[in-house]
C-alpha cells in the first residue's frame, strides 16, 4: 500500500512540511505502508494541453505515472488569493480520472489568513468528488501563526489535526483495501 504526499506548489516550504508531517504519522501508525513525496518544486511539469502524456518534453509523464500508481493521497495546498495553486490544478490536469477513482485522499492547507480553509471545501473535496475518490472528514489548515521562525509546526491543535488526518487516512485505506479484499473472493 502507497500513500502519496503531494506537496501542490512551487515556492515555498510549509505545504510540504504539513504534507510531511502527516505522512511522518501515518507512517507510525501503520509502519507497512509504503509513504512517498512528490513535491511539485521537484519536477518540471509542462501546463496541459491534452497530448499523450508521453510526448511532453519534461516530468510531466513520470509525474502522472506515480500519481496514477499510488493506493491512496494526501493532498497539500498552500491558497493564493483565495484558491488553490496553478501547478496543483495542472497537476489534477493532467490525471485521467480513472487513475484515482475509488482511493482515499485527504487535504492539508496554508495560507496568510484564518478564513482561507473553506478552500478545502469549496474547491479541493469538490475536485476529490469528481475523481469519485473516498474523501477522509478531517483536514488540516495552517495559518502562519502556526510555524515557529525556523518553520516548525508549534500549535497543538494543528499537531491534533494532523495526527487525526493520519488516523483517518490509514483507517480508511485499510478499511477499504480489506473491503475490496473480500469483493474480489
Do not use: W
Not at 503531494?6 to 504534507?19: Q, R
Not at 507497512?32 to 509542462?46: A, K, T
Not at 510526448?55 to 506515480?66: G, M
Amino acid at each position: 500500500m502507497k500513500l502519496l504526499g503531494i506537496s501542490g506548489t512551487i515556492i515555498g516550504a510549509k505545504t510540504s512540511i504539513l504534507v510531511q508531517k502527516v505522512l511522518d504519522e501515518a507512517k507510525k501508525l501503520a509502519p507497512e505502508i509504503d509513504v512517498e513525496m512528490l513535491d511539485l518544486r521537484d519536477y518540471q511539469m509542462s501546463l496541459c494541453d491534452g497530448r499523450d502524456p508521453a510526448a511532453y518534453p519534461d516530468d510531466t509523464k513520470k509525474v502522472i505515472d506515480l500519481v496514477s500508481s499510488a493506493d491512496f493521497y494526501l493532498i497539500g495546498t498552500p491558497i493564493f488569493q483565495g484558491s488553490m495553486t496553478g501547478a496543483l490544478k495542472n497537476l489534477f490536469d493532467h490525471i485521467p480520472p480513472q487513475a484515482m477513482r475509488n482511493k482515499v485522499m485527504g487535504f492539508v492547507a496554508n495560507g496568510g489568513t484564518y478564513q482561507h480553509y473553506l478552500v478545502i471545501e469549496n474547491q479541493l473535496k469538490p475536485i476529490a468528488g469528481y475523481f469519485r475518490a473516498y474523501v477522509a472528514p478531517g483536514f488540516v489548515y495552517a495559518h502562519a501563526d502556526h510555524f515557529n521562525k525556523q518553520n516548525e509546526i508549534v500549535d497543538e491543535d494543528v499537531l491534533s489535526r494532523i495526527s487525526n488526518l493520519a488516523q483517518e487516512l490509514v483507517h480508511m485505506q485499510t478499511a477499504l483495501k480489506g473491503a475490496s479484499s473480500v469483493s474480489n473472493q
